[in-house]
C-alpha cells in the first residue's frame, strides 16, 4: 500500500459531489438505481462541465438503455475481468491472505469515524469507499481511495479501452485526485503485466469476531453508513 499525504485538488463540495455521482453510476443497475440517477443529471449542473458533462451523459445514457443490457453488461465488465474490478485491495492483493488484513483495515478506517456497514457488501467497494469519503468523512475517505490510486489508474484504463459505458465517471474521479508518481506509475505497469496475485486462500480473516461492530464498546455506538444524499440535491 503506497502512503502520501491526503492533498486532493479542487473544493471539498465538488469532490463530494462527484464521489456520490460516481458512486450511484458505478452501483450494480436495478429499478431502485436508475430511480437515483435524476438526481446525478441534477446536481451536475453544479459542477464545471469538464467533471458534470461525463457524469451528466453517463447517467443519460443508463437511463436510455434496457434494464437487462443494461444489467448483462454490468457483470460482464465487473465480474468477468479482473482489470474491472471494484474491489480496491483486489489489486493489491487479489485473493491472498493479505487481501483479509487490508479488508480489515478499511473496516476499521469505517469504525473510527463512527460508522459501520452491514454485511450486503465488503468495505473496499468502491462505491462504498466513495460513499463513505462523500458522506461521512472526506479526509479519511479521501486518504482510502489515494492508498489505492494505482489499482484506480489500472481500473480507468481498463474502462477505457473496453469503451465502457462506465469508463468516463471513473475518469471523472480520477479527476479530483492527484497525478500518479513515479513509483504508481511502476505498479500501474506491474499489474497492467502480470495482474493481481492469484493464490487462492479466501477471506477468512476479514470475519474475525475481534472485529465485529457488536463488540464495539466505545461511547457513541457506530451507525450504519447514510443512504446517497446530495448536498442541496432535496
Known amino acids: 500500500m503506497i502512503r502520501r499525504p491526503a492533498r486532493l485538488p479542487g473544493d ?5 459531489l ?21 438526481l446525478v443529471v441534477a446536481v451536475s449542473d453544479e459542477l464545471p462541465d ?15 438503455t434496457p434494464l437487462t443490457e443494461l444489467q448483462a453488461a454490468y457483470v460482464e465488465t465487473f465480474d468477468s475481468r479482473r482489470r474491472c474490478n ?16 487490508a479488508l480489515l483495515r478499511f473496516k476499521q478506517a ?21 460513499e463513505f469519503a462523500a458522506t ?13 490510486r494505482a489499482g484506480l489508474e489500472l481500473l480507468r ?21 492527484p497525478p500518479l508518481r ?3 506509475w511502476d505498479v500501474v505497469r506491474r499489474l497492467a503485466a502480470e495482474g493481481p496475485p492469484e493464490e487462492e486462500v479466501g477471506l477468512d480473516p476479514y470475519a474475525g469476531p475481534a472485529f465485529d461492530p457488536a463488540l464495539d464498546g466505545r461511547p457513541g455506538a457506530p451507525q450504519p453508513l447514510p443512504m446517497p444524499s446530495f448536498p442541496g440535491g432535496r
Open 50 to 64: 469538464r467533471l458534470g458533462g461525463p457524469l451528466r451523459a453517463t447517467a443519460e445514457r443508463l437511463l436510455a
Open 86 to 101: 471494484l474491489f480496491l485491495t483486489y489489486f493489491a492483493h487479489g485473493d491472498t491472505r493479505k487481501r483479509g488484513v
Open 18 to 38: 462527484v464521489w456520490q455521482s460516481v458512486s450511484l453510476l458505478l452501483g450494480y443497475p436495478d429499478d431502485d438505481l436508475l430511480g437515483r440517477l435524476p
Open 110 to 130: 469505517y469504525l473510527r469515524a463512527g460508522f459501520v456497514l452491514d454485511d450486503s457488501e465488503l468495505p473496499d467497494h468502491l462505491c462504498v469507499v466513495l
Open 12 to 16: 471539498e463540495r465538488s469532490r463530494g
Open 136 to 148: 461521512v468523512d472526506p479526509d479519511l475517505g479521501g486518504r482510502l481511495l489515494l492508498d489505492h
Open 182 to 184: 513515479g513509483d504508481e
Open 157 to 177: 484504463i481498463a474502462l477505457r479501452d473496453a469503451g465502457s459505458p462506465w469508463a468516463p465517471p471513473v475518469s471523472v474521479l480520477a479527476e479530483t485526485l
